[in-house]
């Protein structure tokens, strides 16, 4: 049974930093491309970043580049997703996921739709 769950969200002022985990099991990291969603009150979940299972590939919606920084660590089955200089407008419930393996899928997905694990979701609150 594949479980993720994530940690590190949290409360901080505009232009601060956190970092976000997300600890995999039931699964082979070395197996599974990663990504990160959130979801602000009333609006729809959207893409934040997506990393390969090799980490070598990486994809970012155009608000959160040169911010955020999604990476891995296969030996410890953990994705993470470090944020900086953050909004008001990232403020949400962050989620990461994990898509089924498909043969030829180099890049990570963006499209939530392609995701069939999901953890919890942890709670990020950017204050002005």
């Known amino acids: 049974q594949v479980q993720l769950a994530e940690s590190g969200g949290g409360v901080v002022q505009a232009g601060g930093s956190l970092r976000l985990s997300c600890v995999a099991s039931g699964l082979t990291p070395s197996s599974y491309h990663m990504g990160w969603f959130r979801q602000a009150p009333g609006k729809e979940r959207e893409f934040v970043a997506a990393?390969?299972?090799?980490?070598?590939?990486?994809a970012y919606q155009d608000s959160v580049k040169g911010r955020f920084t999604i990476s891995r660590d296969n030996t410890k089955s953990t994705a993470y997703l470090q944020m900086t200089n953050l909004k008001p407008a990232d403020t949400a419930v962050y989620y990461c996921?994990?898509?089924?393996?498909?043969?030829?899928?180099?890049?990570?997905?963006?499209?939530?739709?392609?995701?069939?694990?999901w953890g919890q979701g942890t709670q990020v609150t950017v204050s002005s």
């Open positions: 990393i390969s299972v090799s980490g070598i590939n990486t």
């Open positions: 996921a994990a898509p089924k393996p498909r043969s030829g899928m180099v890049m990570p997905p963006t499209e939530s739709g392609e995701y069939a694990y």
